[in-house]
Structures are given as structure tokens and as C-alpha cells.
Nanobody, 119 residues
């Protein structure tokens, strides 16, 4: 059974930083692209960024430099480092596993972790 578990969410002040982790089990982790998505209240789910099997980063231009992603295949873990957070970054953050380094087509999803940025 494939399972993705996010952790590290919480409350942070604007301008602060927060790190999220995604731990996978039941999957050949080093065969999968891992992506992070977020969904704010009343909004559609948004692609944040992803990391390929080889460690290349896929991200929308709007978030360049704002977030950073890394992975350790030996630990089945991907980290999302978020810096200079803004209130509009408030959302539930999800990690997902897929086979293509794109913003869509992810087969497995975690339950999400809440990130709240106060102004």
C-alpha cells in the first residue's frame, strides 16, 4: 500500500520560514517524481514545485526562489523549504508521487498539512 505522509506544517509569521517533509512508503521511491501542491480555502489546488528522480526541480516561475525542494532517496523523503512566507501562502500543502516531471498526472497523494502565515 502506497502511503505519503506530510509533516512540518504550522503557524508562522509573514517573512518567516517553514520546512515540510514528505515520507513515502510502499513505493519504489527512487522511481518517482515527488511534487508539492497547495490548496487555499475557496481556491483550486495549485502546483508548487516538484523534484525528479535525478534531483532536478520543476517549478512555476512565480515561485522561483521562494521555495526550495530536495530529496533523499535513502530515506524515502522529500523536503520543501519555504522562505519569506506571505499570508497568501496559507494553504493545505500536499505531496504527491508521479512518474513524469510535470505539474499534473500524480497517482498517489498524502493527506496534507496545514500551513498558516499570519500577517
Amino acid at each position: 500500500q502506497v502511503q505519503l505522509v506530510e509533516s512540518g506544517g504550522g503557524l508562522v509569521q509573514a517573512g518567516g520560514s517553514l520546512g515540510l517533509a514528505c515520507v513515502a512508503s510502499g513505493v519504489d521511491f527512487d522511481h518517482y517524481v515527488i511534487g508539492w501542491f497547495r490548496q487555499a480555502p475557496g481556491k483550486e489546488r495549485e502546483f508548487v514545485l516538484a523534484i525528479s528522480v535525478a534531483g532536478s526541480t520543476i517549478y512555476p516561475e512565480s515561485l522561483k526562489g521562494h521555495f526550495r525542494i530536495s530529496r533523499d532517496n535513502s530515506k524515502n523523503t522529500v523536503w520543501l523549504q519555504m522562505n519569506m512566507l506571505k499570508p497568501e501562502d496559507t494553504a493545505v500543502y500536499y505531496c504527491a508521487a508521479g512518474v513524469r516531471p510535470t505539474a499534473t498526472g500524480y497517482a498517489y497523494w498524502g493527506q496534507g498539512t496545514q500551513v498558516t502565515v499570519s500577517s
